[in-house]
Nanobody
Framework: VQLQASGGGLVQPGGSLRLSCAAS????????VGWYRQAPGQERELVAA???????TYADSVKGRFTLSRDHAKNTVYLQMNSLKHEDTAVYYC?????????WGQGTQVTVSS
């Protein structure tokens, strides 16, 4: 499975971005997926995750602002980010789990700055 993350950029506080994670090679529609982020000098942290059955969980810091969704036809996972804050600045990574293997996208930079 190859994962291609995109959609990052520079946005002002309060703005929105939608990240995409397009999968190729194999379908991930029924597999657990997640979005993580890593800010400079910090460890990678879970932002949002979805089970294969569709249940989603979010980090407390993003609840009510971020939404993980899937487009099964496009084999793509999205992260809609609203009401962005300075502290959301980080490199965002997507991943997918198939069996015992975990696949990662290459990361996309999100910078929240005025």
């Amino acid at each position: 499975v190859q994962l291609q993350a995109s959609g990052g950029g520079l946005v002002q506080p309060g703005g929105s971005l939608r990240l995409s994670c397009a999968a190729s090679g194999r379908r991930i529609n029924a597999n657990p997926v997640g979005w993580y982020r890593q800010a400079p000098g910090q460890e990678r942290e879970l932002v949002a995750a979805a089970t294969g059955g569709g249940s989603t969980t979010y980090a407390d810091s993003v609840k009510g602002r971020f939404t993980l969704s899937r487009d099964h036809a496009k084999n793509t996972v999205y992260l809609q980010m609203n009401s962005l804050k300075h502290e959301d600045t980080a490199v965002y990574y997507c991943n997918a789990v198939k069996g015992t293997a975990v696949y990662w996208g290459q990361g996309t930079q999100v910078t929240v700055s005025s």
